[in-house]
């Protein structure tokens, strides 16, 4: 059984800056991708970033696109997401998910789900 550990989340202003870690317990990486999701109260989650591990191949929402960015260190076995110019309306828990067939920003294909972390963007 595959565990992932979210950390990294916080509360910040506007336009500010957030690193999420995602360490995975699985060291040979048996699946080939991670994802970034994240969910407000009362609504859908949606996907935010995903990356095909030992590759570069990414994918982003439009939402996030040009200000977050999905990494990995495989040596560390994390998968970061580096979130900038952070707008109120990033404001949600933030999870990170693996193996994924597709590596999409579909929920429903990852395996996989760490905890999550809140990130909180005041205006």
């Known amino acids: 059984q595959v565990q992932l550990v979210e950390s990294g989340g916080g509360s910040v202003q506007a336009g500010g800056s957030l690193r999420l870690s995602c360490a995975s317990s699985?060291?040979?990486?048996?699946?080939?991708?991670m994802g970034w999701f994240r969910q407000e109260p009362g609504k859908e989650r949606e996907g935010v970033a995903a990356?095909?591990?030992?590759?570069?191949?990414?994918h982003y929402a439009d939402a996030v696109k040009g200000r977050f960015t999905i990494s990995q260190d495989s040596a560390q076995n994390t998968v970061y997401l580096q979130m900038n110019s952070l707008k109120p309306e990033d404001t949600a828990m933030y999870y990170c998910?693996?193996?994924?067939?597709?590596?999409?920003?579909?929920?429903?294909?990852?395996?996989?789900w760490g905890q999550g972390t809140q990130v909180t963007v005041s205006s």
């Open positions: 699985d060291a040979t990486y048996s699946y080939n991708c």
């Open positions: 998910a693996a193996d994924s067939v597709f590596c999409r920003l579909r929920g429903d294909e990852y395996n996989y």
């Open positions: 990356i095909y591990l030992g590759g570069a191949t990414t």
